[in-house]
């Protein structure tokens, strides 16, 4: 009896690893830009091509649809999403609305964490390779900051952005719409108004940083870019 519930148990982990193996090796087939916007995902061209039972690939869909890396309406073959202006916007003003408090938070304390520091020294050794290679140690050095307060509920409060906010990034990236030296100049400048106990100027840097990003994205979508799009944008 014990035997075959442990049998069991070790079947339904099996499945899980398989659905979690399709998920990550979709997401970073759409994150990367090997999918397209609007790029069709049926469920059982992508059981085929992973060789996987069509349940597991329908669930691997899912968990990017809860990702919201994926659209699907009713009846219909879930498609890589195609953001537009207003939502990219809603993405860097959602994310900005987090970041901005932990960075006041991190001064109060003057915490600069050594995570931060190292990735932002990956994304400088970078400068001269592909701008979409920017993007993971980037994530990562915004994530750290997240992550440095310790609060378990802020940083899964930022897990439910992280794969829309890597999205983005990876369209900016992806179109080279900021130069790698600006990114990691003014992610040291943050760090040193941390250390310096400046929380106001860091969040105010902040959404100098992602205002930049957020309307140069938003004009490639098709928009109209603000003010926040130019190098040197007015105080």
């Given amino acids: 009896m014990h035997l075959g519930y442990h049998r069991r148990m070790a079947s339904k982990l099996a499945v899980v690893s398989i659905i979690d193996a399709v998920t990550d090796a979709l997401r970073t087939r759409v994150l990367s830009g090997a999918l397209a916007p609007g790029t069709p995902l049926a469920e059982v061209e992508i059981a085929d091509e992973y060789e996987v039972a069509r349940p597991t690939a329908k669930a691997a869909i899912e968990n990017l649809v809860r990702e919201r890396l994926l659209v699907r309406s009713a009846h219909k073959t879930a498609r890589v999403v195609r953001l537009t202006p207003d939502d990219a916007r809603d993405v860097y003003r959602s994310r900005e609305i987090v970041e901005a408090e932990v960075l006041r938070t991190l001064a109060r304390a003057r915490t600069v964490p050594d995570a931060a520091r190292a990735a932002n020294d990956e994304i400088a050794a970078l400068a001269d390779a592909s701008p979409r290679?920017?993007?993971?140690p980037d994530m990562r050095f915004h994530r750290s900051l997240i992550d440095a307060i310790g609060s378990e509920r802020t940083s899964r409060m930022y897990?439910?952005?992280?794969?829309?906010?890597?999205?983005?990034?990876s369209q900016v990236q992806g179109a080279?719409?900021?130069?790698?030296?600006v990114i990691v100049d003014e992610h040291a400048r943050l760090l040193a108004?941390?250390?310096?106990?400046?929380?106001d100027a860091a969040a105010a840097l902040l959404s100098v940083h992602l205002g930049r990003a957020r309307e140069r994205l938003a004009e490639r979508l098709g928009g109209v870019a603000g003010p926040e799009a130019s190098d040197s944008p007015p105080s």
């Fill in 176 to 181: 080279s719409l900021l130069p790698t030296d």
């Fill in 193 to 199: 108004l941390i250390e310096a106990g400046d929380g």
């Fill in 159 to 169: 897990d439910t952005l992280a794969s829309e906010v890597v999205f983005c990034m």
């Fill in 133 to 136: 290679d920017v993007v993971e």
